[in-house]
């Protein structure tokens, strides 16, 4: 998805490791050595971005 390519490289690691990986925030916090709450704000930026970028290709604008 090219959306997420657009995103920061932390960012969409994040993303990656939860929507696919199915990881655990705590160990997904972890693993990068960020706190849980970075995780949670990654994937809110995440998650809106690509949710944005999914209704615009949908509506064609």
Do not use: C, W
Not at 4 to 31: C, G, H, M, S
């Amino acid at each position: 998805m090219q959306a997420l390519q657009e995103l920061p490289q932390r960012t969409q690691d994040v993303f990656v490791l939860r929507a696919f990986e199915n990881y655990k925030y705590a160990d997904i916090a972890r693993l990068m050595a960020i706190s849980t709450r970075s995780v949670e704000k990654h994937m809110a930026k995440a998650l809106a971005y690509v949710g944005a970028a999914l209704d615009r290709d949908e509506t064609g604008r």
